[in-house]
């Protein structure tokens, strides 16, 4: 993946991210973005009341996984790093 790739899908993670941002924080969380791999895995980091939720693995899933789906559907894989 050359730089200009890796900053334009960098670019499109983070606008997912800020879309799906708000819920988070209105519940006391956040999520940041940790690391994207040359395969296009995303590694993410949940924050706040986010981090060690009971509902936090939904909140990967059907939440931000399907919000940066949206933007980069050649996702492999979100996962969450602590």
């Known amino acids: 993946m050359?730089?200009?790739e890796k900053k334009?899908?960098?670019?499109k993670v983070n606008a997912a991210?800020?879309?799906i941002r708000p819920?988070?924080?209105a519940d006391g969380g956040d999520v940041t973005l940790v690391e994207i791999t040359d395969d296009l895995v995303v590694k993410v980091r949940l924050l706040?009341?986010?981090?060690?939720?009971?509902f936090s693995l939904m909140t990967l899933k059907a939440g931000i996984e399907q919000a940066i789906r949206?933007?980069?559907?050649?996702?492999?894989?979100?996962?969450?790093?602590?």
């Open 8 to 11: 334009e899908i960098t670019r």
């Open 23 to 25: 819920y988070l924080v």
């Open 48 to 54: 706040g009341a986010c981090n060690g939720c009971p």
């Open 70 to 82: 949206k933007e980069l559907p050649e996702l492999k894989e979100l996962v969450a790093v602590n």
């Open 17 to 19: 991210i800020g879309i």
């Open 2 to 4: 050359t730089a200009a």
